[in-house]
């Protein structure tokens, strides 16, 4: 079992930066692939990012590449997504999520993934 708990959401005028956290309970963290997703008001939720259980493999959505960075310290059971260059589009809660399987690849699909934090909300003003 993982317990996921982010945190660093807000409120930013574009352009501006954010780093979310994404801090994990349990032995398995470091051994399960990440992933961020966000559910923009109204919309259904989507893939932002996400990085392999050894940080070497990283993927992004289009919309975020070269804004968004997606980083892990196992040591410290935590991810983290840094956000550059915010854009009001970027406006959703955002959600951490762990892979259902250890030492698998990042996947951009929801239902790869079995754990789910509670979500931090972030809002860009233009």
């Known amino acids: 079992q993982v317990q996921l708990v982010e945190s660093g959401g807000g409120l930013v005028q574009a352009g501006g930066s954010l780093r979310l956290s994404c801090a994990a309970s349990?032995?398995?963290?470091?051994?399960?692939?990440m992933g961020w997703f966000r559910q923009p008001p109204g919309k259904a939720r989507e893939f932002v990012a996400a990085?392999?259980?050894?940080?070497?493999?990283?993927d992004y959505a289009d919309s975020v590449k070269g804004r968004f960075t997606i980083s892990r310290d196992n040591a410290r059971n935590t991810m983290y997504l840094q956000m550059n260059s915010l854009r009001p589009e970027d406006t959703a809660d955002y959600y951490c999520?762990?892979?259902?399987?250890?030492?698998?690849?990042?996947?951009?699909?929801?239902?790869?993934?079995?754990?789910w934090g509670q979500g931090t909300q972030v809002t860009v003003s233009s």
């Open positions: 999520a762990a892979g259902k399987s250890f030492f698998s690849n990042p996947s951009t699909t929801p239902n790869d993934y079995a754990f």
């Open positions: 349990g032995r398995t963290f470091s051994a399960l692939p």
């Open positions: 990085i392999s259980w050894n940080p070497d493999s990283t």
